[in-house]
């Protein structure tokens, strides 16, 4: 498992990083501090504080994790 931490601040950041997570294919979770949710639903997103920093999971291979940050770098919190 590997993960890394992001920043969604809007209806439109959520749904591009969701269109994100669809397109892998491997399991991508986020997590909050109290929640645990399916990266690849869009519903579900909204069960999380996204007030704060996001951590996402990623069941993957290092080659996928890295084209998935690539990707979603723009949301990434170093």
């Known amino acids: 498992m590997r993960e890394f931490q992001v920043r969604l601040q809007s209806v439109q950041d ?14 991508v979770i ?3 501090a109290n929640n645990k ?10 069960c999380l504080d996204l ?3 996001l951590r996402v999971d990623a069941d993957c291979s290092e080659e996928e994790f ?13």
């Open 37 to 46: 949710v399916n990266g690849k639903s869009f519903m579900e997103m909204f």
């Open 66 to 78: 890295a084209a998935f940050c690539g990707d979603a770098e723009r949301f990434l919190i170093r």
């Open 14 to 27: 959520v749904q591009e990083f969701v269109s994100l997570s669809t397109a892998r294919g491997f399991p």
């Open 51 to 53: 007030c704060g920093p």
């Open 30 to 32: 986020i997590r909050d």
